[in-house]
């Protein structure tokens, strides 16, 4: 079988799940893998069979036995991942990229000592683009599309938004409130990690519908998660999260006050400002900052409040996420009691020793011990520190 190898090329699990959502079309007008020509107009223009895009969608994976069989150039190319063949590319031209200046397109910048997401996405690419028409095993994503497409069908405003409720807070909820009593359905893409993170997805995802199910009318809200792959990096993750809505249906999207993308934080006008330029046939919203203030006693959004931000305390995840890591439970006008006791049982499996009389100490009803969580042990302490006497 000395030609077994002729034809094969190996892709990474970031390239696979990207080539299988342009084919499942939530990247449309992307339906392709472009050659040179169609790849240079869409990154100098912006724009493919006249719709707007960020930029080029190529594939030139890295690797000596890949560079191999794409400059031999064959008709036809079998894609590999985990040594299974997903699918197949009908070559219409191979051709020669520069990589730095690939990464430059998807980044804004090729500086791989300050972003170490840039260096990796360098090494990923190879010095050879195959352009054609192709086709990969879907997993999962065709089944998500008509599910969301059912829901919709005989919705007016359907409004989306991309979140990765690490964890999930006060204001995040605030936002998800407005966006349903003002349309008729919200689509929360929840990003999910192509590795393995810091915070499992399943966790995210649990807290999230716990909220929705728990506080939220069922009906208006629906949770989609979204592979988050290399595209999505830099100022174009916006500009990608809003395609994406799009074509799963949604006629409105959501922008943070501000969208991160390689720890750049970019100002909503900023962001708005690329929207309008780019015709994406989505209304893209921004929102306001909401902060907690001490005056106010609730949560109010920085236009409506006169106390200044020396009254203020603003919500930010990581900040909340780091209280979690060190095994604090945050206060209650920062997020949910009930979400702050799950992460930290996750966090922190088999904390307490003796947590049936810690349990039974602390609670006011001493009937009948029952078998008692973590969690519950952490909502029970909770309502002892809102106790309000005794201060
Ligand atoms: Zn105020």
């Known amino acids: 079988m000395a030609f077994s190898n002729k034809n094969k090329i190996f892709i990474d699990k970031e390239a696979y799940y990207t080539l299988a959502m342009v084919q499942a079309g939530l990247l449309n007008p992307?339906?392709?893998?472009?050659?040179?020509?169609?790849?240079q107009t869409a990154d100098r223009e912006k724009k493919y069979k006249g719709k707007s895009i960020p930029f080029s969608f190529i594939l030139a994976p890295a690797g000596r036995r890949n560079e191999e069989v794409i400059k031999s150039n064959p008709k036809k190319i079998e894609l590999f991942y985990n040594n299974r063949k997903i699918?197949?590319?009908?070559?219409?031209?191979?051709?020669?990229?520069?990589?730095?200046?690939?990464?430059?397109t998807i980044y804004g910048?090729?500086?791989?000592?300050?972003?170490?997401?840039?260096?990796?996405?360098?090494?990923?690419?190879?010095?050879?683009?195959?352009?054609?028409?192709?086709?990969?095993?879907?997993?999962?994503?065709?089944k998500k599309i008509d599910y969301v497409r059912e829901i919709i069908k005989n919705k007016k405003d359907v409004v989306g938004m991309t979140m990765h409720a690490k964890p999930i807070h006060r204001v995040h909820e605030k936002?998800?409130?407005?966006?349903?009593?003002?349309?008729?359905?919200?689509?929360?893409?929840?990003?999910?990690?192509i590795e393995e993170e810091d915070v499992p997805y399943k966790l995210r995802f649990e807290t999230l519908k716990y909220l929705v199910d728990t506080y939220f009318p069922k009906e208006k809200i629906i949770i989609i998660p979204l592979i988050n792959t290399y595209i999505f990096s830099g100022v174009n993750e916006a500009i990608?999260?809003?395609?994406?809505?799009?074509?799963?249906?949604?006629?409105?999207?959501?922008?943070?006050?501000?969208?991160?993308?390689?720890?750049?934080?970019?100002?909503?006008?900023?962001?708005?400002?690329?929207?309008?330029?780019?015709?994406l046939e989505i209304e893209a919203k921004t929102i306001n900052e909401y902060v907690y203030c001490n005056i106010c006693k609730t949560i109010v959004s920085v236009n409506s409040c006169p106390h200044g931000s020396?009254?203020?305390?603003?919500?930010?995840?990581?900040?909340?996420?780091?209280?979690?890591?060190?095994?604090?439970?945050?206060?209650?006008?920062?997020?949910?009691?009930?979400?702050?006791?799950?992460?930290?049982?996750?966090?922190?499996?088999?904390?307490?020793?003796?947590?049936e009389k810690l349990f039974y100490d602390i609670s006011p009803n001493k009937g009948l011990i029952e078998e008692s969580t973590d969690e519950d042990f952490y909502i029970a302490l909770m309502k002892l520190y809102q106790t309000s006497s005794l201060t």
């Open 87 to 104: 699918g197949e590319v009908e070559v219409e031209e191979i051709y020669e990229i520069d990589p730095l200046k690939r990464v430059e």
């Open 30 to 39: 992307i339906d392709k893998l472009m050659n040179k020509k169609e790849a």
């Open 240 to 279: 990608l999260d809003a395609m994406i809505a799009k074509n799963f249906g949604c006629n409105k999207f959501i922008m943070g006050q501000t969208h991160k993308g390689l720890g750049i934080y970019y100002q909503a006008d900023h962001l708005k400002s690329i929207f309008d330029s780019m015709n």
């Open 109 to 142: 910048s090729k500086d791989t000592k300050t972003y170490p997401q840039i260096a990796k996405t360098l090494k990923r690419l190879g010095k050879y683009a195959i352009a054609g028409n192709f086709w990969v095993e879907d997993y999962g994503i065709k």
């Open 175 to 193: 936002i998800m409130r407005q966006a349903i009593e003002r349309n008729d359905l919200l689509i929360v893409f929840l990003i999910k990690n």
């Open 310 to 355: 020396h009254h203020h305390i603003s919500y930010h995840s990581d900040s909340i996420l780091e209280l979690l890591k060190t095994g604090l439970m945050p206060p209650t006008i920062l997020m949910r009691k009930e979400i702050s006791a799950k992460f930290l049982a996750h966090m922190f499996p088999n904390r307490f020793k003796n947590l």
